[in-house]
Nanobody, 121 residues
Framework: QEQLVESGGGLVQAGGSLRLSCVAS????????MGWFRQAPGKEREFVGAITWSGSVTGYADSVKGRFTISRDNAKNTGSLQMNSLKPEDTAVYYC??????????????WGQGTQVTVSS
């Protein structure tokens, strides 16, 4: 069982930056793929990006590519989502999730409770 807790959300102006963190309390984080997803009001949850267990491979949605960066520290059981050049359309609840293996974009087993990110224009 993996428990995930996100933090770092908040209100930011367009063009600003936020860094989200995800802390895992289980035993499998260091061997798990970690993904970030988001869900805006009235919309389906969507893939934002992910990183493999070793950090050697990352993948991003086209909408965030070049602006968002995912990293992880397996020694600390933590992962991060650095979000730069934020846009109002990035407003959503952001979730971290983990799984074993691939694909990066779907079929995650464990989910955090989410953290709200609001970008004002």
């Amino acid at each position: 069982q993996e428990q995930l807790v996100e933090s770092g959300g908040g209100l930011v102006q367009a063009g600003g930056s936020l860094r989200l963190s995800c802390v895992a309390s289980g035993r499998t984080f260091s061997s798990s793929t970690m993904g970030w997803f988001r869900q805006a009001p009235g919309k389906e949850r969507e893939f934002v990006g992910a990183i493999t267990w070793s950090g050697s491979v990352t993948g991003y949605a086209d909408s965030v590519k070049g602006r968002f960066t995912i990293s992880r520290d397996n020694a600390k059981n933590t992962g991060s989502l650095q979000m730069n050049s934020l846009k109002p359309e990035d407003t959503a609840v952001y979730y971290c999730a983990t799984k074993i293996g691939v694909p990066l974009t779907s079929r995650y087993d464990y989910w955090g409770q989410g953290t709200q990110v609001t970008v004002s224009s």
